[in-house]
């Protein structure tokens, strides 16, 4: 159980295009959903929070407006990165869970390039 | 705001010999989760621990979590190659962000 699945699993797009990664929680409701960004060998540093049917909470730092954030769904969260650009490439991790003191599940990631 | 520490921040051991990672927070923590991330992989939950100075035990992995719900630790006995890769803790304190420490890389000569 607790199978989070993530997709595309990597993905090159040019400057300026847009990308929609998909998260979804395949055999539980997930009532909130995490979005991590990791560069080469550094640790997860958080993006969002989104919970079902309200706007992602976004962490200081964090472009709202290029990283749209959607969480459609119990099972669904979507991240795109607008208007993409070679520093926005990165290792994008999605995670979730049932409830507030319940593990994190991860996603298997999706490597961006953006040449 | 809240931070984790870890260290070391890697670690090259020869196959047999004991590993240890050890996590600090800043403020008491509600739990503290343990991850490990192979090599191009995604973190994969290890365990939960809840309660002070709890102990728990998977094979030859040892976790703990300190008194005052502030560190952490988690021990691999003779360790072996499979067990390369990066271990994260990560912290949950009041609210329902977890705190990831900065990962401990565990590199294992055969």
């Known amino acids: 159980g607790a199978v989070v699945s993530q997709h595309p699993s990597w993905v090159i797009c040019k400057s300026g295009t847009s990308v929609k990664i998909e998260c979804r929680s395949l055999?539980?409701?997930?009532?909130?959903m995490f979005w991590y960004r990791q560069f080469p060998k550094q640790s997860l540093m958080l993006m969002a929070t989104s919970n079902e049917g309200s706007k992602a909470t976004y962490e200081q730092g964090v472009e709202k407006d290029k990283f749209l954030i959607n969480h459609a769904s119990l099972t669904l969260s979507t991240l795109t990165v607008t208007s993409a650009h070679p520093e926005d490439s990165s290792f994008y991790i999605c995670?979730?869970?049932?409830?507030?003191?319940?593990?994190?599940?991860f996603g298997p990631g999706t490597r961006l390039t953006v040449t | 705001g809240q931070q984790v520490m870890q260290i070391p921040q890697y670690q090259h051991v020869q196959e047999g010999e004991d590993f240890t990672t050890y996590c600090n927070s800043s403020?008491?923590?509600?739990?503290i989760q343990w991850y490990k991330q192979r090599p191009g992989g995604h973190p994969v939950f290890l365990i939960q621990?809840?309660?002070?100075?709890e102990v728990k035990k998977q094979k030859r992995l040892t976790f703990q979590f300190g008194e005052a719900k502030k560190n952490s630790s988690l021990h691999i006995t003779a360790t072996q190659t499979t067990d390369v890769g990066t271990y994260f803790c990560?912290?949950?304190?009041?609210?329902?962000?977890?705190?990831f420490g900065s990962g401990t890389r565990l590199l294992v000569r055969p």
């Open positions: 403020t008491t923590l509600s739990n």
């Open positions: 990560a912290g949950k304190g009041s609210s329902y962000k977890l705190i």
């Open positions: 995670s979730a869970i049932q409830t507030g003191d319940r593990p994190q599940y």
């Open positions: 621990l809840v309660k002070s100075g």
């Open positions: 055999d539980f409701q997930a009532t909130t």
